[in-house]
């Protein structure tokens, strides 16, 4: 047996999905009068492409990934969600992730009825695989690992998450939003190795597209067709399937981006390390940096004042103290520095 047919709920293997008309018929030139739509063209009168074809067609050129293995959601949400509806019992089963880290991933499985238990990082910011292994059990299904993780900016060691893959019963998702402005390189290439990863990466950061809600997922072919097999019919909507497909003929475009923004990254590490305010700077591989405040609150209300908008993450686990700031063009980051210049203790 499978380890996806060891792990799927049995509703989700059963299920037979919905088939709309353009599952029927995926050509351009036709006369289409199956799907009920509008006849005049608005350019947006026709139903987008359910399998998004020609946005995965150029994803699996740029990643060197073969297309049924792509999954493409609204934003890296809609796959953490939809792993949890498929391969999670509710009431029964249950989710293992690292302390802290991104927090859809509890919301997400609280909404699913799916117990969520959490493993705090250790004092370096890494994973404790002790603590996951003492957590498991036979009802563990999904493993979170957000690399580079938010808030707290840093990579997971390679050899853990690798340990994870081969100890972990069950599907390790391994969510690498900040991969591009990280000195580690992405698991991709690990995917014919472990039939239990899942990559999950999106287009909300180097790709500078937050606004048009569109993540990816990495996987074996199997999870991928159960993903496609619960999804909404037409999930992506027709116009960021075509916003995208033009932003991915400008790679390098976005990789100057990730090249300026990592630049500033270092301009702001520098600086923010010469001000009496800040005690603490987490080293970061992704674009924002964590920044220990004496004083946090005031600093983050004062800079709200001044129409700074920076993360106050003094509440979450290990980061007491801590403001996340996003880096920004030369003339945001230096508007920064001069308010935080002029604070008055």
Avoid: H
């Avoid at 060891?6 to 293997?13: H, S, T, V």
């Avoid at 709309?20 to 289409?32: I, K, L, P, Q, T």
């Avoid at 690992?145 to 100890?167: A, K």
């Amino acid at each position: 047996m499978s380890l996806v047919r060891q792990l799927i709920r049995k509703n989700i293997e059963e299920l037979v999905p919905y088939s709309s008309a353009r599952d029927e018929y995926s050509g351009d030139d036709a006369v289409f009068l199956d799907a009920n739509e509008n006849p005049y063209n608005s350019g947006t009168n026709r139903y987008p492409d359910p399998s998004q074809s020609k946005v995965k067609v150029k994803i699996s050129q740029l990643k060197n990934i073969s297309f049924e293995r792509i999954f493409l959601g609204n934003g890296s949400d809609e796959p953490i969600d939809l792993l949890m509806r498929a391969f999670c019992e509710p009431g029964k089963d249950n989710i293992i992730s690292i302390k802290p880290t991104y927090g859809m991933y509890k919301v997400c499985a609280n909404i699913n009825d799916v117990e969520f238990r959490e493993v705090l990082l250790n004092d370096k910011f890494q994973i404790d695989k002790e603590g996951i292994a003492k957590v498991a059990d036979s009802n563990s299904k999904l493993l979170f690992i957000c690399s580079p993780n938010n808030p707290t900016s840093n990579s997971m060691y390679r050899n853990d998450i690798i340990y994870l893959l081969e100890t972990f019963t069950g599907l390790v998702v391994v969510d690498e939003a900040y991969i591009d402005f990280s000195g580690e390189t992405s698991l991709l290439a690990q995917l014919d190795n472990y039939p239990n990863l899942v990559v999950l990466q999106t287009f909300s950061k180097a790709w500078a597209m937050a606004g048009v809600r569109l993540g990816m997922a990495f996987a074996s072919r199997e999870i991928i067709d159960v993903l496609n097999k619960i999804k909404y019919p037409y999930n992506i909507n027709i116009l960021t399937q075509r916003l995208v497909l033009e932003r991915l003929d400008k790679v390098d475009e976005k990789n100057k981006w990730v090249e300026n923004i990592l630049k500033q990254r270092e301009i702001l590490r520098v600086e923010l390390g010469k001000s009496g305010l800040v005690e603490n700077i987490l080293p970061s591989d992704s674009n924002f940096l964590m920044v220990r405040f004496r004083e946090a609150k005031r600093v983050f209300n004062y800079l709200m004042d001044k129409k700074i908008i920076v993360r106050d993450r003094s509440k979450v686990a290990l980061c007491e103290g801590y403001l996340r700031i996003t880096i920004g063009l030369s003339d945001e980051n230096e508007s920064l520095l001069k308010a935080l210049s002029e604070y008055k203790n």
